[in-house]
């Protein structure tokens, strides 16, 4: 699915369109949508750095069992190669 942002739009809310996809990520993230994984992937940055965002915006890391089996599944993708 796809979804187009009129330039006006972002351009009235002072936003890039990266800026537009790290906030959606973190919402979706704060309401339990996205693991951490997955979010900092839709929002194209390093786990560090989407985690670094939380923590300037003062949102709590939660870890929890989809994150774990992310980080197990991507190890064991790693040690595959």
């Known amino acids: 699915m796809s979804v187009t942002i009129p330039d006006e739009i972002l351009e009235s809310?002072?936003?890039?369109?990266?800026?537009?996809?790290?906030?959606?990520?973190?919402?979706?993230f704060e309401r339990g949508g996205l693991t951490l994984a997955q979010a900092s992937r839709f929002c194209g940055v390093s786990r560090i750095r989407f985690q670094q965002e939380l923590a300037v915006r003062q949102i709590p890391v939660h870890y929890g069992v989809r994150d774990f089996e992310d980080d197990l599944s991507r190890l064991d993708e790693a040690g595959a190669q």
Do not use: C, G, H, Q
């Open 13 to 28: 809310a002072r936003i890039t369109p990266d800026e537009l996809k790290l906030d959606v990520a973190i919402l979706l």
